[in-house]
C-alpha cells in the first residue's frame, strides 16, 4: 500500500506535471496590476507571487520575498481575491495565507496540523478548500484562517463552485490511481447550510472542473489516461442536476466563463464552448509543442499561463483576439492570475 508520502508525490507529477517582455503598452481598458502565482517545482521551495504593472511593464517575479522577507513556500496551487485580501494556499507546505490585496503584506497564515494536498480554494460565506489527499472539503474562517468543518467526498477532489446555498465538487479521483474508488467520476453537491453532501452527481473518468454559467452547472472530465482520450464537458440543469447535454473534447485546464463562452485549455491551445450555438471552436491556436498550462481573460484580453516543460521558468503571454502582443517572464509552473484593478 502506498504511503501518504508517495501519494503526495504521485499527486503533484499528475497535477502539474529574465527575458525582456514586449514592449508595447496594453490600453487603459486593461491597464493596472496583476499579481502572477507560480507553483514551482516539488520540494523546491521556489513557489513565486509576482506582481506586474501592465501600465509602465514593470514585473517584480521576487514581489512577495521582497515585502515580506521569507519565501512563499513549496508548491502554491491556488489563490483567491476576496475584498481586499489575497487567499493564497501552498500544498507542499500545507499551509494557507492571507496577504493585504494593496501592498502583498502578509497579515496570517495558518499551518495544517494534519497532511494533505490542497488543491483548489473557493469562497462562498466562508473559504471552501479541496484537498486530494483526504477526499474532503475544509471549510475555514476568513479572518483568522481556522478550520470549521471538514466535508467527506469523493476520491481526489479537485475543482469548486458554488451556487446560492450548494457547493460543488469535482471528484477527480486523480485519474487512474483512485478510480475503482467509491465516488470517483462524480460531482459532490454539499449543502453550504447544513456542511452535509447531500448527492453525488455522475460525470466521467478524470473529473477536473466545475463552472456555473447562466444557470447551469457545467463540468468536465478528462480521461487522458485511457484508451479514448477525448474527454468531454457535460451540461447539467442546476435545479435538477440532470445531465441536458454533453460535448465531447479534450480538455487539460479549468473551465472559465466569459461572455456566454465557456473556455478551456487543450493541446489546440485556448477553445471556448459557445454556450449560444453549442459548438466549439479554437479561440488561439498553440503551435508550439509548449504546455499552456493555464489562462484568465479581462476585458477581452487573453492572458495565457506557459508552462513550457514543465520544469523550466514559464512566462505570461497576452493575446488580443489571435494576435500576441507582450509577454512575460514568470516563475515555474505558473498557474494563476488575479486582476487587482489599480492603476
Known amino acids: 500500500m502506498l504511503n501518504k508520502l508517495n501519494i503526495i508525490f504521485i499527486l503533484f507529477l499528475f497535477t502539474s506535471c529574465v527575458e525582456t517582455p514586449d514592449n508595447k503598452i496594453i490600453d487603459n481598458n486593461s491597464s493596472g496590476n496583476i499579481l502572477l502565482l507560480s ?31 521569507i519565501k512563499l513556500g513549496d508548491t502554491a496551487n491556488d489563490m483567491i481575491l476576496v475584498d481586499d485580501y489575497i487567499y493564497i494556499i501552498i500544498s507542499n507546505t500545507n499551509k494557507i495565507i492571507k496577504i493585504n490585496k494593496n501592498n502583498g503584506e502578509l497579515i496570517n497564515s495558518f499551518l495544517f496540523s ?9 469562497f462562498n460565506k466562508y473559504l471552501w478548500i479541496t484537498d486530494l489527499l483526504n477526499n474532503t472539503v475544509l471549510k475555514l474562517d476568513t479572518n483568522n484562517l481556522q478550520i470549521l468543518n ?3 467526498v469523493g476520491p481526489g477532489p479537485d475543482g469548486i463552485d458554488s451556487h446560492n446555498n450548494y457547493l460543488f465538487v469535482a471528484n477527480s479521483a486523480v485519474g487512474q490511481i483512485r478510480d475503482k474508488e467509491q465516488g470517483a467520476r462524480t460531482i459532490s453537491v454539499i449543502d453550504i447550510n447544513t456542511d452535509l453532501e447531500i448527492q453525488k452527481i455522475n460525470c466521467g473518468p478524470n473529473t477536473l472542473d466545475i463552472e456555473i ?29 440532470n445531465k441536458i447535454s454533453e460535448y465531447k473534447t479534450q480538455i487539460h485546464s479549468k473551465l472559465k466563463y466569459y461572455n456566454n463562452k465557456l473556455y478551456f485549455i487543450n493541446n489546440d491551445g485556448l477553445n471556448y464552448l459557445d454556450l449560444t450555438n453549442k459548438e466549439i471552436f479554437n479561440q488561439i491556436k498553440n503551435t508550439s509543442t509548449d504546455v499552456w498550462y493555464s489562462f484568465n481573460i479581462d476585458n477581452n484580453y487573453y492572458y495565457i499561463l506557459n508552462a513550457f516543460n514543465h520544469q523550466v521558468a514559464g512566462e505570461l503571454l497576452i493575446f488580443e483576439n489571435q494576435n500576441k502582443f507582450a509577454n512575460f517572464p514568470t516563475g515555474i509552473n505558473p498557474n494563476t492570475i488575479l486582476f487587482l484593478n489599480e492603476n
Open 213 to 241: 454559467a447562466n444557470n447551469k452547472l457545467y463540468a468536465s472530465y478528462a480521461n487522458f489516461h485511457w484508451s479514448d482520450s477525448v474527454g468531454a464537458i457535460i451540461e447539467y440543469d442546476l435545479e435538477s442536476f
Open 150 to 152: 471538514e466535508i467527506a
Open 39 to 69: 507553483e514551482g517545482l516539488l520540494n523546491q521551495d521556489n513557489s513565486k507571487l509576482q506582481k506586474i504593472n501592465l501600465d509602465s511593464n514593470f514585473n517584480n517575479i521576487n514581489y512577495y520575498e521582497q515585502i515580506n522577507k
Open 114 to 122: 494534519k497532511t494533505r494536498f490542497i488543491k483548489h480554494i473557493h
